[in-house]
């Protein structure tokens, strides 16, 4: 992960932005307190929400990983035209 102190990123803030947008990668953002904070786009924060949200139903991870062993012929595709 990119560091660059909070000073530069002060500086090229508009920049930084466009490149984490840009790229997916975090950038590290660090200050002589110790005190570093992460920069990320909104769609990964947006993504981020979601994985972490899933995770928090109960046995929802092992119903995808579950779903994904499916074979694909097995799953049904909806038809308009078909009566139920």
């Known amino acids: 992960m990119i560091a660059i102190s909070v000073t530069k990123a002060r500086e090229n803030i508009y920049q930084i932005l466009s ?3 840009d790229s997916s990668q ?3 953002i660090t200050n002589n307190r110790g005190k570093n904070g992460v920069l ?3 769609e990964d924060w947006n993504a981020i929400q979601e994985t972490l949200y899933l995770n928090s139903i109960p046995c929802m991870t ?3 990983i579950e779903a994904g062993r499916e074979p ?3 799953c ?9």
């Open 19 to 21: 490149d984490v947008n």
């Open 26 to 28: 975090p950038i590290t």
């Open 40 to 42: 990320i786009s909104e």
């Open 62 to 64: 092992e119903s995808i």
């Open 72 to 74: 694909l012929e097995d």
């Open 76 to 84: 049904s595709i909806y038809n308009p035209d078909e009566e139920w």
